[in-house]
């Protein structure tokens, strides 16, 4: 869970966020489940934020059923299609969901 104060101290990767699901075209569910994901688990090391919310967005878009690929979601955020990979099984599992076995 994450609080408000945590939205304002990462603003700005919010806004990065919201502007690869531009660059995706995801709806306002994928959105938020993204954002949630995200903030509930912002790392502390800088260099790891971009990582997470590469996942975070990638993770978001397959909750709300608008599935995209780590490919696109990587470049959308500007990572490795790897680093998407790696990350986002953690992050749903982090949530209290269970990731897909396909």
């Avoid at 699901?21 to 903030?39: K, P, T, V």
């Avoid at 978001?60 to 990350?87: C, F, H, I, K, P």
């Avoid at 992050?91 to 969901?97: K, N, Y």
């Amino acid at each position: 869970m994450y609080s408000a104060r945590d939205r304002v101290e990462n603003e700005e990767w919010i806004a990065e966020l919201q502007a690869a699901a531009d660059r995706l075209d995801l709806g306002a569910r994928a959105r938020s489940c993204a954002e949630d994901l995200f903030l509930s688990n912002v790392p502390e090391a800088e260099r790891s934020k971009r990582a997470t919310l590469a996942a975070s967005v990638y993770a978001g878009a397959l909750v709300a059923g608008e599935e995209r690929s780590q490919t696109d979601v990587a470049d959308a955020v500007g990572v490795s299609r790897l680093t998407v990979q790696q990350r986002w099984k953690d992050l749903l599992e982090s949530a209290g969901l269970e990731p897909p076995d396909w």
